[in-house]
């Protein structure tokens, strides 16, 4: 299980819609978070969220659940 | 005991920098940034031992703010700003407030106009932002806050403060922790919120 938890801001809403329209991944709202889930790979692009670099690095700063296979400029992948 | 009651404080007065370039900080601040030069203070044999004698020079930042420059006499420059990219010559800087876009634009193209180097306008999580440095090396930024921070924000901050406390100082080992360590702790503790 991977988990994405996103504070539900302005700057960090492109991961939330990205995460609502890919079929794998479930979003559900906690108050001031929400929490993206997938059962196997938790995987966003930022080109397709359209974020500048400089918030996309900062996307994590909500904490995950799992392991990061990967987060570099292109790609955050959590297993 | 009776409760200490808590202070506030009003923004900023000044800041405080020492300049080995007396000439070209006044001629950036106040011909090429435009600001007004606000006060200046002369003093014999106030410094410390090794640096008696000085001048402390004010400009203009806004909103009752000033940025103000040490100019001592005779002494030897130690321009703590050396090696440009090390993090001590990026994290102490200065960034001052815009409040619309075209003020953005307006000293973009003043900067531009008056041959100073700038960034690329940086997007970050709640501003946006022009970079660049004085004749000392002092990095400074102009920002213009793209919205307001409330209490989520600062919940959150709260939150990211103890996890990095936790992680890379109270916690076990916390000299092999990584952020990564620190994000996932950070998860736990808002799982535990919801």
């Known amino acids: 299980m991977a988990i994405l938890y996103v504070l539900d801001v302005l700057e960090f809403s492109p991961l939330v819609d990205f995460s609502e329209r890919a079929y794998e991944l479930s979003v559900t709202n906690h108050g001031a ?20 670099p400089a918030i996309w690095f900062g996307a994590l700063v909500g904490g995950f659940e799992g392991n990061i296979e990967e987060f570099s400029e292109h790609t955050l992948t959590i297993i | 005991m009776s409760e200490i009651p808590q202070p506030e404080l009003h ?22 940034l435009g ?102 090396g002092y990095p400074l930024e102009i920002s213009l806050p793209t919205r307001s921070l409330g209490k989520v924000d600062a919940m959150d901050a709260a939150l990211t403060l103890d996890a990095m406390i936790k992680t890379f100082v109270d916690g076990d080992s916390p000299e092999t922790k990584t952020i990564e360590d620190m994000w996932r702790l950070k998860g736990e503790m808002v799982r535990e919120l919801l």
Do not use: C
Request: charged share 25%; aromatic share 14%.
């Open chain 1, 33 to 52: 978070y929400r929490k993206i889930e997938a059962t196997d790979k938790l995987t966003i692009s930022r080109v397709d969220t359209g974020m500048d």
């Open chain 2, 11 to 32: 923004g900023v007065h000044h800041t405080a920098f020492p300049t080995w370039k007396p000439k070209e900080t006044v001629e950036f601040y106040r011909d090429i």
């Open chain 2, 35 to 136: 600001l007004k030069v606000l006060h200046a203070i002369t003093a014999k044999g106030w410094g410390r031992d090794e640096h008696p004698d000085f001048l402390h020079f004010f400009f203009d930042a806004g909103n009752g703010a000033a940025i103000a420059f040490f100019y001592y006499i005779g002494i030897e420059p130690m321009n703590d700003q050396a090696g440009p990219r090390g993090y001590l010559g990026m994290a102490r800087h200065t960034s001052w407030r815009v409040e619309t876009d075209a003020e953005l634009v307006q000293w973009r193209e003043r900067l531009v106009a008056k041959g100073v180097a700038i960034s690329e306008e940086v997007q970050h999580e709640v501003i946006k932002s022009l970079y660049f440095r004085d004749p000392n």
